[in-house]
């Protein structure tokens, strides 16, 4: 079965600065990679996703790689700022299953 | 995107006793999720609520212990069984249409 890697698991940047967060995937016949962002006491909310069938896509200070033949994706957020402080999954799907890494928790420093 | 609402938000219960969780989801879905998530960890399936059949349980799940219901396209409980301190996690329903949500999550303590 699919098997998820994240890394790092903490992250901790000053406001201003730019957050990187890699997985690795196991399963070449994944194709639905998203990621989620989870603040104390909520759910995951869904902040951006991406389909094998393109190589990155952006969302104004997000972005995510994705680079299939390495099966790796990666998550990037540019000029963070201390409300960008959270957990940050990400997971990958073959079918409707998703599974996820182990999370990172990124800290944004005024 | 599809708005999913749980009840109950929190819960302490008794060891030995059953807590039922409710997941609404404001359009139909095919597929709606139960996860866990233990203090601390990554989210683990659990299962996958069909409606009209029985959920497909994930290794180290069974029905006994998590019994699912799906009566319909928008809704679906998940009852945690005879509980431990160990159920104590964080139990979240999600669906895909063409991205996957997650409810706010159910977070149980088991004393």
Known sequence: GENVEQHPSTLSVQEGDSAVIKCT?????????????????????LIIDIRSNVGEKKDQRIAVTLNKTAKHFSLHITETQPEDSA????AASDTDKLIFG????????? | ?????????????????????????????TMMFWYRQQPGQSLTLIATANQGSEATYESGFVIDKFPISRPNLTFSTLTVSNMSPEDSSIYLCSVEALEAFFGQGTRLTVV
């Open chain 1, 25 to 45: 995937y196991s399963d070449s016949a994944s194709n639905y990679f998203p990621w989620y962002k989870q603040e104390l006491g909520k759910g995951p909310q």
């Open chain 1, 87 to 90: 957990v940050y999954f990400c």
């Open chain 1, 102 to 110: 182990t999370g990172t928790r990124l800290q944004v420093f005024p």
């Open chain 2, 1 to 29: 995107s599809a708005v999913i609402s749980q009840k109950p938000s929190r819960d302490i219960c008794q060891r030995g006793t059953s807590l039922t969780i409710q997941c609404q989801v404001d359009s139909q879905v």
